[in-house]
């Protein structure tokens, strides 16, 4: 099984500040992640799969890097409704796995 | 407009059953995979299972294999979560999602989008 690690585990940020979060496989997955948003609440949503796509619909200031091991998911400026928890999912292999999450909140 | 529905949470005591239910619409439902992923409260994602387009193709979770079974009715557009010998640890909201693409495991193992959720308790 694929085990995903997130950090860090609470980012508290000002609007307008730029949002680095981290996702790491246990093993190298290519670039078979995804990541979501869910606020409180609320489904989760899409917003980057195979490492660097962005789904249909998510603005530009989310972007996505990485392969192998390590992942990050940046927002370069964050927005009052970017606060929420983030989630890193790989398709590797059965089952699949989510990492543990990154709240980003507001300082 | 992709619109997804689950029903069927509710109480159940620890070695009960449930079915779960979750009604497509907006898209051509046969032509993608379906998911069901779960939360615990106040915890992270879990993925359960995931049915392929025919419904022939299932995937288990291994904390559920031999207890849950996903199935689909293409007629209805609805897909199932029959769960059996249910623990507490089983409490949570149970969401369905759709596969973001058709084009086998490149786009059918991201969920876009996912249903509001049904909440699950298993408790005596």
């Known amino acids: 099984e694929f085990v995903l690690t997130q950090s860090p585990v609470t980012l508290s940020l000002s609007p307008g500040e730029r949002a680095t979060l981290s996702c790491r496989a246990s093993q190298s997955i290519n670039n078979y992640v995804a990541w979501y948003q869910q606020k409180p609440g609320q489904a989760p949503r899409l917003l980057i799969y195979?490492?660097?796509n962005r789904a249909t619909g998510i603005p530009a200031r989310f972007s996505g890097s990485g392969s192998g091991t390590d992942f990050t998911l940046t927002i370069s400026s964050v927005e009052p409704e970017d606060f929420a928890v983030y989630y890193c999912?790989?398709?590797?292999?059965?089952?699949?796995?989510f990492g543990g999450g990154t709240k980003v909140e507001i300082k | 407009e992709v619109q997804l529905l689950e029903s069927g949470g509710g109480l159940v005591q620890p070695g009960g059953s449930l079915r779960l239910s979750c009604a497509a619409s907006g898209f051509t439902f046969t032509n993608y995979a379906m998911t069901w992923v779960r939360q615990a409260p106040g915890k992270g994602l879990g993925w359960v299972s995931t049915?392929?387009?025919?419904?022939?193709?299932?995937f288990y979770a291994d904390s559920v294999k031999g207890r849950f079974t996903i199935s689909r009715d293409n007629s209805k557009n609805t897909v199932y979560l029959q769960m059996n010998s249910l623990r507490d640890e089983d409490t949570a909201i149970y969401y369905c999602?759709?596969?973001?693409?058709?084009?086998?495991?490149?786009?059918?193992?991201?969920?876009?989008?996912w249903g509001q959720g049904t909440l699950v308790i298993v408790s005596s």
């Open positions: 049915i392929g387009r025919t419904g022939i193709d299932t």
């Open positions: 999602a759709k596969a973001l693409g058709t084009v086998g495991p490149t786009t059918s193992r991201w969920f876009d989008p």
């Open positions: 195979d490492a660097s």
């Open positions: 999912q790989q398709r590797s292999d059965w089952p699949l796995t």
